[in-house]
C-alpha cells in the first residue's frame, strides 16, 4: 500500500477506536494540504461529526491527538476549522519514493480480459475535404481519453465514424467531373484528401456564380440558390447514388480511396489510429431498418406525408424527424444504425462520443432512442462534448477554402520548432538526421500539448507562435525538462556513478525535496481523477506543475556535485523517477518526450 492507503487504514482504525464505529474507506477523503497552512495531507473531519457528535475542532483535535501517538506515519497536526491537516514524517517520505521505484507502471494500471468496455468514437471526418484544426482537436481529445481510460484498467475500443455519403460528398465528385480533366493524387502529386477537398471549394465558387447570375435575371436569392442549375446535377447525382447507379458508385469509391489515403497519413503523422471504422454508407441502412422496427413497435409514428418521427415530449423535448417522407434517412437515422452495428459487434459497457458541443442536442435525442430501442447502455452513454478551437485570424470554413488544414498546421509547427531550437543553440552539433527528429516531436507535442493543456468543455485560441516556447506552460518546457535529466543520467553514468533499485534510510531531507515527492506520489491520482472526468487537461497541467516544481529544486540543489553519496543517490533517483512519470503523463497525451534536446 502507498503512503496515503496506510493513511486511510490508519484513519479507520482510529475512528473505531475513539467513537467505537466502523467506517467506509470513501468516507475518509484525503487532500493535499493547502499551500498557506503546514501539513502534508488535510483530513476532511465532516463526515465524521454524526458519529463523534462534537464540534468539527474537537473531532480533529481528537483524531490528530490519536494519529501522531499512534501512527508512526504522522509527525504533527494542526486543526482549521473542519479540516485536519496532517504533517508527515520525513523518513516515511523516502519509503514512498522507494515504493513509487519498484513499480516501473506507477501511476497506471493494468487491463484485465474482463475489465469493463469503453468504445470511444473520434475523428468523423467528412470525405470531401482533408482533416482541419477542428478534427485536430478533436482526434486529440478522443486518443488521449482512449489512453487515460486503459491507464485506468479498462479495455477501450478506437472507432471512428466516416461520413462518406450526401450532398456535400457528391458536391466534390461533380466539381471533379465538370472540371477536373482527369486530374488524379498520382498525376497532380497531391494528397488525395486535399485533391477532393479542391474540387468541393471548386463546387461552391461555381455555385455562388450561377446564384448570381440567376439572382441578375430577377430571381431571389432563395429561389436563385435552388434552381441552380450545378446545386440541381448534386441532387441527381445523390438521387443515383443512393438507387444504385454503377457508374456514380464507381466515381465515389474511386475518390473516396483518395482520401482514404490522404487520412491514413495525417492519422499516422498526428500519431492517432483507430481499432474499427464504421462507414455512414453501410450504417445507415441498419439505421433505416431499426427505425421501421420501432414504428412497427409502436415506437414511433408516421405522418401523414409518409415521414417518420420520435414523439419525445414526455422527456421534455420536441419531435424529431427520422425518416423523411422519400424514406431517406438523417444523422439520426445513421447514429442508429451505426450503434445497431456496434453493438452486434461488441458488448458494450459504455460508449462515449467525442463530438462539439455543437451538437449537444443530438446526443441527448440519440441516448433516448438508443435507450428506447433497447440497447443497455442508451441511456447512459457519454457525449464527450468539447468547445470550437479558433486561430487568432478568426472562424474557418470548409466550403471557402479558409480551412487551415491538419497537415499544412503541422508543417508550419515543426519549421517553427526548428527554427526557435536553432536561435537557441539547442541544435548545435547535431546531425541532419537528429534536427528533423528533434523538429518533429517538438513541434508536434507543443500543437498536441497546447490543445490538450486546455479544459476540453472551453473553446479555445490556437497560437502557434506561442505553443512554442522553451519556458512556460508549454510541451517544449516539459519536453526540455526531460531530456535535461536524461543528460543528467546519462552523466553521472559517464562518471561511473551505479545506482541502486532503492534510496537508503537515515537521509534528512529538505522541505522543496519532501515537496517533490508528495507531488510525484499524486500521480495515480491524478490518472484517476482525468479517467472520471473524461479531462486529458488535468493530465497536461499536472505534468507541468511537475516539472515547475523539479526545475526549482534543480537550480537550488547539486546533484552529480552533491558530496554525501547517500544524497546524490537519492537525487538521482528522484530525478529518475520524475523523468519516467513525465514520460508516462505525456504519453497518455499521445505526445513523445526525447532524451536529447
Given at each position: 500500500?502507498?503512503?496515503?492507503?496506510?493513511?486511510?487504514?490508519?484513519?479507520?482504525?482510529?475512528?473505531?477506536?475513539?467513537?467505537?464505529?466502523?467506517i467506509?474507506?470513501k468516507?475518509?477523503?484525503?487532500?493535499?494540504?493547502?499551500?498557506?497552512?503546514?501539513?502534508?495531507?488535510?483530513?476532511?473531519?465532516?463526515?465524521?461529526?454524526?458519529?463523534?457528535k462534537?464540534?468539527?475542532?474537537?473531532?480533529?483535535?481528537?483524531?490528530?491527538?490519536?494519529?501522531?501517538?499512534?501512527?508512526?506515519?504522522?509527525?504533527?497536526?494542526?486543526?482549521?476549522?473542519?479540516?485536519?491537516?496532517?504533517?508527515?514524517?520525513?523518513?516515511?517520505?523516502?519509503?514512498?519514493?522507494?515504493?513509487?521505484?519498484?513499480?516501473?507502471?506507477?501511476?497506471?494500471?493494468?487491463?484485465?480480459?474482463?475489465?469493463?468496455l469503453?468504445m470511444?468514437?473520434?475523428?468523423?471526418?467528412?470525405?470531401?475535404?482533408?482533416?482541419?484544426?477542428?478534427?485536430?482537436?478533436?482526434?486529440?481529445?478522443?486518443?488521449?481519453?482512449?489512453k487515460?481510460?486503459?491507464?485506468n484498467?479498462?479495455?477501450?475500443?478506437?472507432?471512428?465514424?466516416?461520413?462518406?455519403?450526401?450532398i456535400?460528398?457528391?458536391?466534390?465528385?461533380?466539381?471533379?467531373?465538370k472540371?477536373?480533366?482527369?486530374?488524379?493524387p498520382?498525376?497532380?502529386?497531391k494528397?488525395?484528401?486535399?485533391?477532393?477537398?479542391?474540387?468541393?471549394?471548386?463546387?461552391?465558387?461555381?455555385?455562388?456564380?450561377?446564384?448570381?447570375?440567376?439572382?441578375?435575371?430577377?430571381?431571389?436569392?432563395?429561389d436563385?440558390?435552388?434552381?441552380?442549375?450545378?446545386?440541381?446535377?448534386?441532387?441527381?447525382?445523390?438521387?443515383?447514388?443512393?438507387?444504385?447507379d454503377?457508374?456514380?458508385?464507381?466515381?465515389?469509391?474511386?475518390?473516396?480511396?483518395?482520401?482514404?489515403?490522404?487520412?491514413?497519413?495525417?492519422?499516422k503523422?498526428?500519431?492517432?489510429?483507430?481499432?474499427?471504422?464504421?462507414?455512414?454508407?453501410?450504417?445507415?441502412?441498419?439505421?433505416k431498418?431499426?427505425?421501421n422496427?420501432?414504428?412497427?413497435?409502436?415506437?414511433?409514428?408516421?405522418?401523414?406525408?409518409?415521414?417518420?418521427?420520435?414523439?419525445?415530449?414526455?422527456?421534455?423535448?420536441?419531435?424529431?424527424?427520422?425518416?423523411?417522407?422519400?424514406?431517406?434517412s438523417?444523422y439520426?437515422?445513421?447514429?442508429?444504425?451505426?450503434?445497431?452495428?456496434?453493438?452486434?459487434?461488441?458488448?458494450?459497457?459504455?460508449?462515449?462520443?467525442?463530438?462539439?458541443?455543437?451538437?449537444?442536442?443530438?446526443?441527448?435525442?440519440?441516448?433516448?432512442?438508443?435507450?428506447?430501442?433497447?440497447?443497455?447502455?442508451?441511456?447512459?452513454?457519454?457525449?464527450?462534448?468539447?468547445?470550437?478551437?479558433?486561430?487568432?485570424?478568426?472562424?474557418?470554413?470548409?466550403?471557402?477554402?479558409?480551412?487551415?488544414?491538419?497537415?499544412?498546421?503541422?508543417?508550419?509547427?515543426?519549421q517553427?520548432?526548428?527554427?526557435?531550437?536553432?536561435?537557441?543553440?539547442?541544435?548545435d552539433?547535431?546531425?541532419?538526421?537528429?534536427?528533423?527528429?528533434?523538429a518533429?516531436?517538438?513541434?508536434?507535442?507543443?500543437?498536441?500539448?497546447?490543445?490538450?493543456?486546455?479544459?476540453?468543455?472551453?473553446?479555445?485560441?490556437?497560437?502557434?507562435?506561442?505553443s512554442i516556447?522553451?519556458?512556460?506552460?508549454?510541451?517544449?518546457?516539459?519536453?526540455?525538462?526531460?531530456?535535461?535529466?536524461?543528460?543528467?543520467?546519462?552523466k553521472?553514468?559517464?562518471?561511473?556513478?551505479?545506482?541502486?533499485?532503492?534510496?537508503?534510510?537515515?537521509?534528512?531531507?529538505?522541505?522543496?525535496?519532501?515537496?517533490?515527492?508528495?507531488y510525484?506520489?499524486?500521480?495515480?491520482?491524478?490518472?484517476?481523477?482525468?479517467?472520471?472526468?473524461?479531462?486529458?487537461?488535468?493530465?497536461?497541467?499536472?505534468?507541468?506543475?511537475?516539472?515547475?516544481?523539479?526545475?526549482?529544486?534543480?537550480?537550488?540543489f547539486?546533484?552529480?556535485?552533491?558530496?554525501?553519496?547517500?544524497?546524490?543517490?537519492?537525487?538521482?533517483?528522484?530525478?529518475?523517477?520524475?523523468?519516467?512519470?513525465?514520460?508516462?503523463?505525456?504519453?497518455?497525451?499521445?505526445?513523445?518526450?526525447?532524451?536529447?534536446?
Amino acid at each position: 500500500m502507498n503512503l496515503e492507503e496506510n493513511l486511510v487504514q490508519s484513519v479507520i482504525k482510529t475512528i473505531e477506536t475513539l467513537y467505537g464505529q466502523t467506517i467506509e474507506s470513501k468516507m475518509v477523503q484525503l487532500q493535499t494540504t493547502k499551500k498557506e497552512f503546514e501539513g502534508d495531507l488535510t483530513l476532511v473531519v465532516f463526515p465524521f461529526l454524526k458519529i463523534s457528535k462534537k464540534t468539527p475542532e474537537v473531532t480533529a483535535t481528537e483524531i490528530g491527538e490519536y494519529l501522531t501517538q499512534n501512527d508512526a506515519i504522522v509527525e504533527k497536526f494542526n486543526v482549521i476549522k473542519g479540516f485536519l491537516n496532517l504533517s508527515i514524517a520525513k523518513n516515511t517520505w523516502v519509503n514512498t519514493l522507494n515504493t513509487m521505484l519498484e513499480d516501473p507502471q506507477f501511476g497506471l494500471k493494468k487491463v484485465t480480459s474482463d475489465a469493463p468496455l469503453y468504445m470511444v468514437e473520434y475523428s468523423s471526418p467528412n470525405t470531401n475535404k482533408p482533416l482541419h484544426l477542428g478534427h485536430i482537436r478533436n482526434n486529440l481529445l478522443g486518443y488521449s481519453l482512449c489512453k487515460i481510460l486503459e491507464a485506468n484498467g479498462y479495455r477501450v475500443i478506437k472507432t471512428n465514424i466516416v461520413n462518406d455519403r450526401g450532398i456535400h460528398i457528391c458536391k466534390s465528385m461533380l466539381a471533379w467531373q465538370k472540371f477536373g480533366n482527369g486530374e488524379t493524387p498520382a498525376s497532380t502529386g497531391k494528397k488525395g484528401d486535399h485533391l477532393v477537398g479542391d474540387y468541393y471549394v471548386k463546387f461552391d465558387q461555381e455555385y455562388k456564380k450561377e446564384v448570381k447570375a440567376l439572382m441578375d435575371k430577377g430571381l431571389s436569392e432563395e429561389d436563385a440558390k435552388k434552381q441552380a442549375p450545378l446545386l440541381q446535377e448534386a441532387q441527381s447525382m445523390l438521387k443515383k447514388w443512393e438507387d444504385g447507379d454503377a457508374e456514380v458508385r464507381k466515381l465515389w469509391n474511386e475518390m473516396n480511396s483518395w482520401v482514404y489515403a490522404g487520412f491514413d497519413e495525417t492519422y499516422k503523422r498526428l500519431g492517432v489510429g483507430f481499432d474499427k471504422i464504421y462507414y455512414e454508407s453501410t450504417t445507415y441502412i441498419d439505421g433505416k431498418a431499426k427505425v421501421n422496427e420501432g414504428l412497427a413497435k409502436g415506437l414511433f409514428y408516421r405522418r401523414e406525408d409518409g415521414s417518420v418521427w420520435a414523439d419525445l415530449t414526455q422527456n421534455g423535448l420536441d419531435e424529431k424527424l427520422l425518416l423523411r417522407a422519400d424514406g431517406t434517412s438523417v444523422y439520426m437515422t445513421q447514429d442508429i444504425g451505426t450503434a445497431t452495428q456496434r453493438f452486434k459487434e461488441f458488448d458494450i459497457n459504455k460508449m462515449i462520443y467525442v463530438v462539439g458541443n455543437e451538437q449537444n442536442y443530438h446526443f441527448q435525442v440519440l441516448s433516448i432512442l438508443l435507450d428506447r430501442l433497447g440497447f443497455s447502455w442508451g441511456k447512459d452513454l457519454v457525449h464527450f462534448s468539447y468547445g470550437m478551437v479558433e486561430l487568432p485570424e478568426g472562424k474557418m470554413k470548409s466550403r471557402e477554402g479558409t480551412v487551415v488544414d491538419a497537415d499544412d498546421l503541422m508543417d508550419e509547427m515543426i519549421q517553427t520548432a526548428r527554427d526557435v531550437s536553432n536561435e537557441l543553440g539547442k541544435l548545435d552539433g547535431m546531425s541532419e538526421n537528429d534536427i528533423k527528429e528533434i523538429a518533429r516531436i517538438c513541434g508536434l507535442g507543443a500543437l498536441k500539448y497546447f490543445i490538450l493543456k486546455v479544459d476540453p468543455r472551453k473553446n479555445m485560441l490556437f497560437n502557434p507562435k506561442e505553443s512554442i516556447d522553451f519556458n512556460g506552460n508549454t510541451g517544449p518546457f516539459i519536453q526540455y525538462t526531460h531530456a535535461r535529466i536524461c543528460s543528467v543520467l546519462r552523466k553521472a553514468a559517464e562518471q561511473g556513478i551505479q545506482l541502486g533499485n532503492a534510496v537508503k534510510d537515515g537521509l534528512t531531507l529538505s522541505d522543496t525535496e519532501v515537496n517533490l515527492i508528495q507531488y510525484l506520489s499524486n500521480f495515480p491520482n491524478v490518472v484517476k481523477q482525468a479517467g472520471s472526468d473524461y479531462s486529458p487537461a488535468l493530465i497536461a497541467n499536472y505534468v507541468y506543475e511537475l516539472v515547475k516544481q523539479y526545475n526549482s529544486f534543480y537550480h537550488d540543489f547539486s546533484i552529480l556535485k552533491e558530496e554525501n553519496e547517500g544524497m546524490r543517490e537519492f537525487r538521482l533517483l528522484l530525478s529518475k523517477k520524475i523523468a519516467s512519470v513525465i514520460k508516462a503523463g505525456m504519453g497518455l497525451l499521445g505526445i513523445e518526450v526525447p532524451e536529447r534536446m
